[in-house]
């Protein structure tokens, strides 16, 4: 075992620094990693305590004075050995021996490797409390795999097979976890909150993660694929944060049931059986997430569930479109839901919902209100408003520990993707919503740097068209159309177009492409500009103006189809269509996209 006092002195002479660097377990991490990541690392490779992160918002650091002492074990399945002593030079072999000698506010870093029966763990890996599992965040545990499963006996499911067992403030980061055995579960959380991030959940015969008991975990930043039946399940009184998460391939991609009251945000929820299932008691909250081409339902709600999609004080945010049969099924026992500010197609929904303050969309009775409810159902209906977000988000209990995952900064969006496998259907997903931006940990001077991705958060210009010019009245859609968005291009600025149409700003252009030469030779119908999606808000007063303009200032009035309206921008793809539908409806405007001829 190796301290964190030991290491750091290794930073104070760099030839002691050299040979730290070439021992077995430093040298395959360091393989692991790309050599531009090894160059970005820079002084870091001799300074591991440059590396340490700042923890969660809601999390409290220890004193840096505390964190030189701070245990560490490194543990390597192929150059390990369980006789060692759990340093860099004399590693452990499997994560079942470092686990065991492993002490209150423990980092335990693995190399690249398959951890399994056959080279020697016992299953199920229990972790302790305060103790950190950390592999490669960078990668989501690409090369670092834990993969089987053990009987595990819960106190409220009876027995079960499981990979992996958290514990209470524990941290599991950049791994793997696969349990292919008869209804296996990858990682069982029973009455504990802890930070699960940035992994990868993938060949769970039964579930990637199963959150039971009085739970508050943080799941965030993990990829659930091809899962056997939910890509994580959300049982009892739990109250977790689940958060920029995707889930692909699966039965139910999330399933919530019992009392819980789970924090959904900011997922990425496609090509499932059913996106997120509903059922019970439940109440969770949803904003911000990405629910599309699933094969049967987007989101679906049975028996006493009540999700909260949107109100009056928060709109949900949600993009839900293009699932099978219905993007929002309503199959509860006489609830209506509210789900105020997302994105969804009228004609792809059932049940009582209401879609604003001002407008309930009744469309008939659910089926699975018939095949899965109570048939005596009690009479009328009721309209609910669950509980506040603010509230309602899980708070974690975990203390500062040597390796801080990342936190996600709500005003800065990012993600980090994985190789995936391909699904079924040769489309890709549609890029997502901008997504909260995570600082990555780079852990004792060996673990991978901060990645982040560009972020396209520059505002479309919107020409305002002269008041004489002729408009042409379009066609407007409900439901987007199926077809794969158009890579993302820069944003530009369009002259005023001739006598077709008022077109606003599109993306993709540079000005000189429509200004330059001679306007004769340049049709300027929209369709010749390549502009498809046109986003407006209903009513055209002044007011509504003013409050579209405090959002894009060159917002104009127009007309469509008989009705005024306030035109916001006409775009080429659909994904910067979306944005600017999202960003328009989180102001608390009634906005829309219309196909433009």
Same mark, same amino acid.
């Given at each position: 075992?190796t301290?964190?006092?030991?290491?750091?002195?290794?930073?104070?002479?760099?030839?002691?620094?050299?040979?730290a660097?070439?021992?077995p377990?430093?040298?395959?991490v360091?393989?692991?990693?790309?050599?531009?990541?090894?160059?970005?690392?820079?002084?870091?490779?001799?300074?591991?305590?440059?590396?340490?992160?700042?923890?969660?918002?809601?999390?409290?650091?220890?004193?840096?004075?505390?964190?030189?002492?701070?245990?560490?074990?490194?543990?390597s399945?192929?150059?390990?050995?369980?006789?060692?002593?759990?340093?860099?030079?004399s590693?452990?072999?499997?994560?079942?021996?470092?686990?065991?000698m492993?002490?209150?506010?423990?980092?335990?870093?693995?190399?690249?490797?398959?951890?399994? &029966?056959?080279? $020697?763990?016992?299953? @199920? /890996? +229990?972790?302790? !409390?305060?103790?950190?599992l950390? #592999?490669?965040?960078?990668?989501?545990?690409?090369?670092?795999?834990?993969?089987?499963?053990?009987?595990?006996?819960?106190?409220?499911?009876?027995?079960?097979?499981?990979?992996?067992?958290?514990?209470?403030?524990?941290?599991?980061?950049?791994?793997?976890?696969?349990?292919?055995?008869?209804?296996?579960?990858?990682?069982?959380?029973?009455?504990?909150?802890?930070?699960v991030?940035?992994?990868?959940f993938?060949?769970?015969?039964?579930?990637?993660? &199963?959150?039971? $008991?009085?739970?508050? @975990? /943080? +799941?965030?930043? !993990?990829?659930?694929?091809?899962? #056997?039946?939910?890509g994580?399940?959300?049982?009892?009184?739990?109250r977790?944060?689940?958060?920029?998460?995707?889930?692909?391939?699966t039965?139910?991609?999330?399933?919530?049931?019992?009392?819980?009251?789970?924090?959904?945000?900011?997922?990425?929820?496609?090509?499932?059986?059913?996106?997120?299932?509903?059922?019970?008691?439940?109440?969770?909250?949803?904003?911000?997430n990405?629910?599309?081409?699933?094969?049967?339902?987007?989101?679906?709600a049975?028996?006493?569930?009540?999700?909260?999609?949107?109100?009056?004080?928060?709109?949900?945010?949600?993009?839900?479109?293009?699932?099978?049969?219905?993007?929002?099924?309503?199959?509860?026992?006489?609830?209506?839901?509210?789900?105020?500010?997302?994105?969804?197609?009228?004609?792809?929904?059932?049940g009582?919902?209401?879609?604003?303050?001002y407008?309930?969309?009744?469309?008939g009775?659910s089926?699975?209100?018939?095949?899965?409810?109570?048939?005596?159902?009690?009479?009328?209906?009721?309209?609910?408003?669950?509980?506040?977000?603010?509230?309602?988000?899980p708070?974690?209990t975990a203390?500062s520990?040597?390796?801080?995952l990342?936190?996600s900064?709500?005003?800065?969006?990012?993600?980090?993707?994985?190789?995936?496998?391909?699904?079924?259907s040769?489309?890709?997903?549609?890029?997502?919503?901008?997504?909260p931006q995570?600082?990555?940990?780079r852990?004792?001077?060996?673990?991978?740097p901060?990645?982040?991705?560009?972020?396209l958060?520059?505002?479309?210009?919107?020409?305002?068209?002269?008041?004489?010019?002729?408009?042409?009245?379009?066609?407007?859609?409900?439901?987007?159309?199926?077809?794969q968005?158009?890579?993302?291009?820069s944003?530009?600025?369009?002259?005023?177009?001739?006598?077709?149409i008022?077109?606003?700003?599109?993306?993709?252009l540079l000005?000189?492409?429509?200004?330059?030469?001679?306007?004769?030779?340049?049709?300027?119908?929209?369709?010749?500009?390549?502009l498809?999606?046109?986003?407006?808000?209903?009513?055209?007063?002044?007011?509504?103006?003013?409050?579209?303009r405090?959002?894009?200032?060159?917002a104009?009035?127009?007309?469509?189809?008989?009705?005024?309206?306030?035109?916001?921008?006409?775009?080429r793809?659909?994904?910067?269509?979306?944005?600017?539908?999202?960003?328009?409806?989180?102001?608390?405007?009634r906005?829309?996209?219309?196909?433009?001829?």
């Open positions: 075992m301290r964190l006092s030991d290491i750091s002195q290794l930073g104070s002479s760099f030839p002691r620094t050299a040979i660097l070439t021992s377990f430093s040298l395959m360091l393989r692991s990693f790309s050599p531009f990541l090894l160059i970005s690392l820079g002084l870091g490779l001799f300074n591991p305590l440059c590396g340490l992160a700042i923890p969660p918002r809601n999390q409290q650091m220890a004193p840096a004075t505390n964190n030189r002492s701070i245990p560490v074990i490194y543990v399945s192929t150059l390990g050995n369980d006789g060692g002593q759990g340093t860099q030079q590693p452990f072999k499997t994560i079942t021996k470092a686990v065991s492993a002490p209150s506010n423990t980092a335990i870093i693995l190399a690249p490797g398959t951890y399994s &029966s056959q080279t $020697g763990e016992q299953f @199920p /890996i +229990i972790l302790h !409390n305060n103790v950190t950390q #592999g490669n965040p960078n990668t989501k545990g690409k090369d670092v795999i834990i993969t089987g499963g053990g009987f595990y006996t819960s106190k409220t499911s009876a027995q079960q097979n499981i990979t992996m067992l958290g514990a209470n403030s524990s941290r599991i980061s950049g791994v793997t976890i696969t349990n292919p055995n008869e209804r296996g579960y990858g990682l069982w959380i029973e009455s504990s909150s802890l930070i991030s940035q992994n990868t993938t060949g769970n015969s039964h579930d990637g993660i &199963s959150i039971v $008991g009085i739970s508050a @975990p /943080i +799941i965030q930043d !993990n990829s659930f694929i091809q899962n #056997g039946a939910n994580i399940t959300i049982y009892g009184n739990s977790p944060e689940i958060r920029n998460n995707e889930f692909q391939n039965g139910f991609g999330i399933n919530i049931s019992q009392n819980a009251a789970p924090f959904v945000i900011g997922n990425r929820v496609f090509y499932n059986k059913d996106g997120i299932v509903i059922q019970a008691n439940a109440r969770p909250i949803l904003r911000n990405q629910i599309e081409r699933n094969q049967r339902d987007g989101i679906v049975i028996a006493e569930s009540l999700p909260d999609l949107g109100n009056t004080q928060e709109p949900g945010g949600n993009v839900i479109r293009n699932n099978g049969r219905y993007d929002l099924n309503n199959g509860t026992k006489g609830q209506q839901i509210l789900a105020y500010g997302n994105q969804l197609a009228a004609n792809k929904i059932i009582p919902i209401q879609l604003s303050p407008q309930t969309a009744m469309a009775t089926p699975l209100a018939r095949q899965l409810s109570n048939p005596t159902s009690s009479p009328g209906s009721r309209t609910v408003v669950a509980n506040d977000p603010s509230t309602m988000t708070i974690n203390s520990l040597p390796v801080y990342p936190e900064n709500p005003a800065n969006p990012n993600s980090i993707p994985i190789p995936v496998p391909p699904p079924e040769s489309r890709l997903p549609p890029q997502p919503a901008p997504r995570s600082s990555g940990d852990v004792l001077g060996l673990l991978v901060v990645v982040s991705d560009l972020i958060g520059r505002r479309a210009s919107v020409p305002v068209p002269p008041r004489t010019q002729p408009r042409q009245t379009p066609q407007a859609i409900t439901q987007p159309p199926q077809a968005p158009t890579s993302l291009a944003i530009g600025i369009l002259a005023v177009p001739g006598p077709d008022p077109i606003g700003s599109g993306g993709g000005p000189n492409e429509v200004a330059s030469g001679n306007q004769g030779d340049i049709p300027l119908s929209p369709m010749a500009l390549g498809r999606y046109r986003v407006v808000v209903e009513s055209g007063s002044d007011a509504d103006l003013r409050r579209v405090s959002v894009v200032p060159e104009f009035t127009t007309v469509v189809q008989g009705r005024s309206v306030v035109q916001a921008g006409a775009f793809d659909q994904y910067r269509a979306n944005s600017l539908l999202q960003q328009l409806t989180r102001s608390g405007l906005a829309r996209i219309e196909m433009m001829n």
